[in-house]
């Protein structure tokens, strides 16, 4: 049974009344076949043969180039000063206190959801023009019933003119927050999300902090959400600075953007630097696999390249930076080369 709960959030007041919850039972059985939301946005026909981040193939691919360097997924972190605890442990417990350490940071480094952006509601119930300058304040009526999960929840705003219509998403997120609070989040938008704060805060190599603030903050289909991911995975493009996201939970993300937007030059020159060839190679393995008509893709097809050679036909079919990528593949070869000679 839906309840409605009241009370003043900034511009807002919302209230209930009791007579009108069996009504609001009945809105609820009768909109069953549509939810509230009508945010959910339905891939296209066409997008069904592109390869999507949640694919199998994909995750696999984006988990491998993402690396786990336990140092860096257990970092210290700040936190209340605690004396450090000592364990005496044989060859054998350290080996498998490794392997548990490396199963939970697997777990840490586990991707979030990359989504498209959730369609604005603008679904009017009525407008009653009655009710017309009778207040100077909006009414949110808010379902508060706890085991109807938040996109499916009920919340309604009256407008000052009599309109009815569905709270719009910074209303829903808001109201949500208020009810049922998500621990970290606010209910007002930190300012180290503006854009003239991220610009101060990028030069300081915190982009892995500011990801996972905005985690925290916005829903994963948000345009807060995406804007600030965009903003990040710019600036680490601009700068060259994807190792501050190597073995993170962010990783992935950075790397399937720009995937899709046709710019891993820079990633690929990357990742030879630090003779990651493997991880090179998968990447471009991944490009191919999302743009299956670009000239790389069809070419490594018909020579069913593998290995450098998918890294080489990239370079000259599709790269603008093939003079690097071919320079820094050739100065791995020469280094792998002294090595094997040693």
């Known amino acids: 049974m839906a309840g409605l709960g009241t009370m003043r959030c900034l511009f807002f007041r919302s ?35 592109k390869p999507q981040f949640t694919d199998p193939a994909v995750q696999d691919i984006l988990t491998r180039i993402t690396g786990l360097d336990l140092q860096k997924v257990f970092k210290p972190i700040k936190q209340e000063l605690k004396p450090p605890t000592y364990k005496l442990m044989t ?17 840490l480094l586990q991707m979030p959801p990359v989504l498209p952006e959730r369609k604005p509601i603008c679904d009017v119930l009525s407008e009653d023009k ?13 379902d508060i019933t706890y085991n109807i999960p938040h996109r499916e ?34 209910l007002t938008v930190p300012l180290i999300f503006k854009e003239e704060n991220l610009k101060m805060v990028f030069p300081q190599d915190r982009h892995e ?33 994807y190792k501050l996201l190597w073995s993170t939970r962010h990783f992935g993300g950075m790397a399937w953007y720009l995937v899709n937007a046709r710019r891993v030059d820079g990633l690929i020159v990357d990742m030879l630097k630090r003779e990651l060839l493997q991880d090179a190679v998968s990447l471009v393995s991944l490009f191919n696999m999302v743009h299956p008509h670009s000239e790389s893709a069809q070419e490594a097809a018909s020579q069913q390249a593998t290995g450098t050679d998918l890294l080489k036909i990239y370079a000259q079919k599709e790269s603008q930076r093939s003079g690097y990528i071919e320079l820094s593949l050739q100065a791995y070869e020469q280094t792998a080369a002294k090595s094997l000679a040693a």
Not at 37 to 43: E, I
Not at 91 to 107: C, G, H, W
Not at 154 to 180: C, H, M, S
Request: overall charge positive.
């Open 15 to 49: 209230y209930s009344r009791v007579k009108n919850v069996q009504r609001s039972h009945q809105m609820l059985v009768r909109s069953s076949v549509r939810t509230l939301c009508s945010g959910t946005q339905d891939n296209a026909p066409s997008d069904h043969a």
């Open 130 to 142: 009655i009710l017309d300058g009778m207040d100077t304040a909006k009414y949110v009526f808010t």
């Open 91 to 107: 060859d054998k417990q350290l080996n498998q206190a490794v392997v548990i350490a490396t199963e939970k940071a697997k777990q």
């Open 209 to 241: 902090d500011v990801l996972n603030l905005c985690l925290v903050q916005f829903e994963p289909d948000s345009s807060e959400y995406l804007r600030v991911h965009t903003a990040t995975y710019e600036d680490l493009d601009k700068h060259n600075k």
């Open 153 to 186: 929840r009920f919340i309604l705003v009256r407008e000052p003119n009599g309109t009815l219509r569905k709270a719009g998403w910074d209303e829903r997120d808001r109201l949500i927050q208020v009810y049922f609070p998500k621990d970290g989040r606010k």
